[in-house]
């Protein structure tokens, strides 16, 4: 096998590596590394020296198809996709990791908050700011309302509209700023 041919089995091997770019953007990596690969076949080197600082294709093409997958969440801003890209990435992020956590705690604060408005709307004292003593202080279901008061009335219909809200920001928040750290250290590390 010639200089020539291993480079073209790497640069085919790069190619299926980066199938989740667009094609456009593909043929831009591909063609920049092709350039740099000529370049150092020229200057004297074997193939294998050329290739030895760009690794194997797989290697070379994983910081590319994760820079286009956090690239994509990012502009997207669809909860679904940014939530599947960072799953993508715990198991070699601790950021990514956290990223989920926080937006699991506050998107289930939300979800809680629909669930307990749907609930108010069905059976109103099942739900509600109660006091069940002179410390205890519930918002949501209690289990005796019989002995508790009910303190907000209908305006826990705001108390749980502000915590959907909240919530909702604070999920979607979580995600954005750890695919945007993700990103930050990809690019400098």
Not at 81 to 104: D, H, K, P
Request: hydrophobic letters at 50%; zero cysteines.
């Amino acid at each position: 096998m010639t200089d020539r041919d291993t480079i073209e089995t790497w640069l085919k091997a790069l190619d299926t590596a980066l199938t989740a770019l667009p094609d456009a953007q593909r043929a831009d990596v591909i063609a920049e590394a092709r350039g740099h690969l000529e370049e150092r076949l020229a200057a004297g080197l074997s193939a294998d020296s050329a290739l030895h600082g760009f690794g194997s294709a797989k290697t070379y093409a994983q910081g590319f198809v994760d820079h286009h997958a956090l690239d994509t969440a990012l502009s997207s801003k669809r909860i679904i996709v940014m939530v599947t890209t960072l799953a993508g990435f715990t198991s070699r992020s601790i950021i990514a990791f956290f990223g989920l956590m926080g937006a699991l705690l506050f998107g289930g604060i939300a979800l809680g908050s629909v669930v307990s408005v749907v609930l108010k709307m069905i059976n109103p004292a099942a739900v509600g700011l109660w006091k069940e003593s002179d410390t205890t202080f519930t918002l949501g279901t209690v289990n005796n309302h019989i002995g508790a008061s009910e303190l907000a009335g209908n305006w826990v219909y705001l108390i749980f509209l502000a915590l959907i809200l909240v919530g909702g920001f604070l999920a979607r928040g979580s995600l954005i700023a750890a695919i945007r750290s993700i990103k930050n250290e990809t690019i400098v590390g």
